[in-house]
């Protein structure tokens, strides 16, 4: 088969599944056989940003690599040099948008860039997998549920515990965890309290340096273009690969680094995918305004009482992770409810979730964490960041999602873009 017919085989492919509320699955018989895909009929993907996490994402079931992209020549070749001959490599991402052949796109740059390549993915035809945290700012995170529901893109977070795996310190899934909260055993409200003594490590020691000195920019590295829409600050190789996290301009220190892994599942336990807090306060040290540093509390509280308590210095020893009117969840769902876990079994299982991205793309259903529940959980994320910054006590409206009567907070919800970049 040439390539004009491969590419004119999935364009065609692609059109019967995007047709307006319908789509044809065709049998793989059909194709070439019980068990036979052909290429032309894999989903392909593209990485973008492989530095550490980039190439730990280079292969994942049901999708086939076509192209890598970094602004990195040294963590473009190594990302070639895994993903073989017929992978080709790209410095500017929007190459990579132009190409047709591409489904997927998976954007495992530095937050800063998660917003701008996530519209421009959409708006290129492209369905997205883009790290957490989803975007550096909640303004960005509304323009992507915007432009993903417009284009009709099938979109999901890299962050999996509402769905699978053990979660943290509790040595088991959190679909248990939804059952107990959804049977109402506990009461509400709920306040959720998230420290190491409940299982999670806010790692900060991903705290910025606030004495940097200009430095040489490495040959290979592209950083005027690494910063990209960020504000335009002196090389220092503190500020990128890795230790990126502990600056305003690209993360959020352990806020922007485990904040959604932490926070999503809480908020699908509590039942909040479609709103946020009204009420952030944090306590914390005097922030400087470039490097992130730590902190000693957080707390969120939604309209109708439910809390979530970010305990810094992980001072409530004694602190269960769930606490309700009428019961205590602690780690290992040791509670003190009497025989919670045999009752378990009575419980109704949660509804069921799409939880395989390749299924959803073909089958165009949303993922279990999407833009939309995917951008709730940034929020959580990103009204702590900004609570930590200023200092104080803050007011959101979740449905305008911006701050009441406070101009400093709503400067943090859009911040402006370095020129030419922009939504």
């Not at 793989?28 to 009929?41: M, Q």
């Not at 999708?63 to 890598?68: E, K, S």
């Not at 963590?75 to 591409?102: M, P, T, W």
């Not at 795996?165 to 506990?186: A, D, E, H, Q």
Request: net charge positive.
């Amino acid at each position: 088969m040439s390539e004009n017919n491969r590419i004119n085989r999935r364009k065609f492919l692609k059109s019967a599944v995007l047709t307006a509320g319908t789509f044809t699955i065709v049998p793989r018989s059909v194709l070439g056989g019980t068990g036979y895909i052909p290429p032309s009929d894999q989903l392909t993907k593209a990485v973008v940003g492989v530095g550490g996490m980039g190439r730990g994402h280079l292969r994942y079931k049901d999708a086939r690599l076509l192209a890598v992209c970094d602004v990195d020549r040294h963590h473009l070749q190594r990302a070639l040099d895994i993903g073989g001959r017929d992978v080709k490599g790209y410095h500017d991402f929007r190459d990579v948008l132009a190409r047709e052949d591409i489904d997927i796109i998976h954007i495992a740059t530095p937050p800063h860039w998660h917003g701008l390549i996530s519209i421009a993915a959409a708006k290129a035809g492209k369905d997205i997998w883009c790290e957490k945290p989803m975007t550096r700012t909640i303004g960005e995170g509304k323009e992507v549920v915007r432009v993903v529901n417009q284009y009709e893109r099938i979109f999901r977070i890299n962050t999996w515990f509402r769905f699978r795996g053990n979660f943290y310190g509790f040595g088991t899934t959190v679909n248990p965890i939804k059952k107990i909260v959804n049977s109402g055993i506990l009461g509400r409200p709920l306040k959720a309290t998230i420290s190491r003594n409940t299982g999670f490590a806010w790692k900060f020691y991903w705290s910025g340096k606030t004495d940097l000195k200009p430095q040489w920019i490495p040959e290979e590295l592209d950083y005027n273009f690494w910063l990209g829409p960020a504000p335009y600050k002196p090389y220092n190789k503190q500020r990128v690969h890795t230790t990126f996290r502990g600056y305003w301009d690209y993360d959020g220190g352990g806020l922007g680094d485990m904040g959604q892994h932490y926070l999503d599942p809480v908020q699908y336990l509590l039942g909040k995918d479609d709103t946020s807090p009204v009420e952030i306060e944090a306590d914390a040290p005097q922030q400087h305004p470039d490097a992130v540093g730590s902190w000693r509390n957080i707390r969120m509280k939604y309209a109708d009482g439910c809390e979530i308590f970010l305990d810094g210095e992980d001072v409530e020893k004694d602190q269960p992770f769930l606490a309700g009117p009428n019961g205590k969840l602690y780690r290992s769902l040791k509670s003190d409810i009497p025989h919670l876990k045999e009752k378990l079994a009575e419980m109704p299982e949660p509804e069921p979730q799409i939880t395989d991205f390749p299924e959803a793309v073909r089958t165009r259903q949303k993922f279990a964490l999407n833009e939309s529940n995917g951008h709730r959980s940034a929020t959580l994320v990103n009204l702590a960041k900004i609570a930590v910054r200023l200092g104080r006590k803050l007011h959101f409206d979740p449905v305008k999602q911006e701050f009441i009567n406070d101009e400093a907070a709503n400067r943090l919800i859009n911040q402006p873009m370095r020129a030419p970049w922009h939504f």
